[in-house]
């Protein structure tokens, strides 16, 4: 891995030293079967794919690829767990593995951390301070809720559905998964699981941990894939809940596969989030907070802030000091400490982010990105702004995901809210101003789930989180994501 990459000349000449995170406490088996009734067991197919480090194009594992007669034993497994041992224990006790599991992810903490960036390519920074204390933090909050989901809907009575089926995408793996499996299980659900293609060793970790802590086999299935496997959760008769976090084209399949099945869901789907900037802002700290909302994990967030609007009296300030800032941003090996920016998750996603940038500057668009070198192997993009675009543009409407922001200026209040709502999209937003009563006026009118005011993707298992019109149906985290996974009766 190039460490060259991740120095930075600045203008005086110095450069940051190589921080490199160890790896050698990591343990990568060279093969991982489907996780089924707590053991890893050989795909009927026999056949397996591999899952590669995208920032070396390094093969890390390879991984089994389930068919339709594996997925339909994993749901098995998992209706038996539900009938025999699951929906029979005391809700405490249900409470006692799930807190379990926390536990042993906290311990473990670093070995995951490292495996999420290696398989993903996000930065040790994200991987070590975000992703994976949220992990452990989401299925320490659910546990607590196990015993008191009667305080959670007083006089309804909640009923567990049965099981899940389950299917997550790339850009937050092991934090994906906690955020499906942890609510579920916590209302008494058994489960099948389905990562991402390019990222599935955490939740293969994740398996063992599931494993060491003794739950009873069958209670959480994974199963690894591609969309097929996706495919065959979704039309699988017997899964009583599905829960989806993707794109929004494969979100519209789902949901036509299901209609009338009777099947509850969730789809949490993808954004295209806007940050407005007020001329009365602390301008530094909002520079500071759009380079984290839409640069953060390579632009891989579905809330990312990919366009920006700001009041054009201080666009000009705004629009030099983010030029300044990308400028120090690293970009580079995802294990060293100091890399702000780390590889993009796969070459299909380089090359959608790469076709994006061709649009923006086909559609009359002025682009810039940092001058930084990046590595020679591996998936990479350096950060991008483009000036002069205008709503209709495809930049400023299409999901890029990647490290991508569209800037458009403002004059009032009004135009801005206008602008901020024009889209197909509702996940997410953000405010930078001085004044409260703009803060309320502004989040009040933002059509999205969630609207962060002089700050940028904060999150908290506490909080719901969830779509807008094409951004999704259903909330998850909270207490909302407890409904998600429970019938309420009379
Ligand atoms: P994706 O292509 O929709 O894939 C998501 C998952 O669905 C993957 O596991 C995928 O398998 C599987 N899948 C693909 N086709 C399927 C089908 N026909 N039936 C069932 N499952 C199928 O999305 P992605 O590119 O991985 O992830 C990026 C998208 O996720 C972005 O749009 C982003 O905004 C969204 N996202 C939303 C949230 C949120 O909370 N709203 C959070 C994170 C990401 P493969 O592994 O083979 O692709
Ligand atoms: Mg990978």
Redesign the pocket.
Known sequence: MSTESSKLAFDDGWQYAPAPESTDHVSIDDQYGLFIGNEFVEPESGRYFDTINPATEEQLASIADASEADVDRAVRAARKAYSDAWSKLKAAERGKYIFRIARILQERAREFSVIESLDGGKPIRDSRDIDIPLAAAHFFYYAGWADKLAYAFPGRNPVALGVAGQ??????PLL?AA?KIAPALACGNTVVL???????LTAMKLAEVIRDADLPPGVVNIVT???????????HPDIDKIA????????R??QR?IAGSGKKYT?????KAANIIFADAAIDQAVEGIVNGIFFNQG?????GSRLFVQESVADEVIAKLKDRMETLIVGDPLDKNTDIGAINSAR?LETIESYLKVGREEGAEMHQSSCDVPDTGYWCRPTIFTGVSQSNRIVQE?I?GPVLAIQTFRTLEEGLDKVNNTPYG?SGGVWTDKGAKIFRMTRKIRA?VVWANTFNKFDPTSP???YKE??VGR?GGLHGLDAYLKLEA
């Open positions: 299917v997550i995408p790339w850009n937050f994906m955020w389905k990562p991402a293609e390019t990222t599935p894939g591609a969309g097929d496997t996706g495919a065959a959760i979704v039309n989806f976090t993707g794109s929004t084209e494969v979100g399949i789902i596969a789809l949490e789907l993808g954004g891989h967030v579905c809330c990312a996603q999901e995901f996940l789930g989180f969830g779509g951004s999704g998850e």
